[in-house]
């Protein structure tokens, strides 16, 4: 099997998609414009790794409340330092930041909603 993409119940959907695609780099792939509005993201290699949609009536995580190590998604960041004060400046908060021995940088950042989010600046990447 290979994996699709992770599924998330927002109650600000289009706001988020708007961010990811402007401050991630994430593209819609395909939309549904009728509740649930499902929107499948893909990252730069053209994966879909996100799909984000509005079910109201459906308990919607409170992303806030949820400690990062719980879940989060991570992004290869080519140079974590600059995206990490990039993205503080449209909304993301600071959570805190690895430097590990071999050359590798990690940022925990929340965006704007709350959603944990990694930067992953690997000294050997995966």
Same mark, same amino acid.
């Given at each position: *099997?290979?994996?699709?993409?992770?599924?998330?119940?927002?109650?600000?959907?289009?706001? *988020?998609?708007?961010?990811?695609?402007?401050?991630?780099?994430?593209?819609?792939?395909?939309?549904?414009?009728?509740? #649930?509005? *499902? &929107?499948?993201?893909?990252?730069?290699?053209?994966?879909?790794?996100?799909? =984000?949609?509005?079910?109201?009536?459906?308990? *919607? &995580?409170?992303?806030?409340?949820?400690?990062?190590? &719980?879940?989060?998604?991570?992004?290869?960041?080519?140079?974590?330092?600059?995206?990490?004060?990039?993205?503080?400046?449209?909304?993301?908060?600071?959570?805190?930041?690895?430097?590990?021995?071999?050359?590798?940088?990690?940022?925990?950042?929340?965006? #704007?909603?709350? =959603?944990?989010?990694?930067?992953?600046?690997?000294?050997? #990447?995966?």
């Amino acid at each position: *099997m290979t994996f699709e993409h992770f599924a998330l119940n927002v109650a600000h959907l289009q706001d *988020m998609v708007d961010w990811y695609q402007e401050h991630i780099g994430l593209k819609v792939v395909k939309q549904l414009n009728r509740p #649930p509005f *499902m &929107t499948f993201l893909a990252d730069s290699a053209d994966r879909i790794v996100l799909e =984000l949609y509005h079910r109201p009536e459906h308990k *919607m &995580t409170d992303f806030k409340k949820e400690h990062h190590i &719980t879940f989060h998604i991570a992004f290869i960041s080519l140079n974590a330092q600059q995206d990490k004060e990039r993205l503080q400046k449209v909304g993301c908060s600071f959570i805190e930041e690895a430097k590990k021995d071999d050359g590798t940088h990690l940022v925990m950042l929340r965006d #704007p909603w709350g =959603l944990p989010l990694q930067l992953c600046q690997r000294a050997t #990447p995966f």
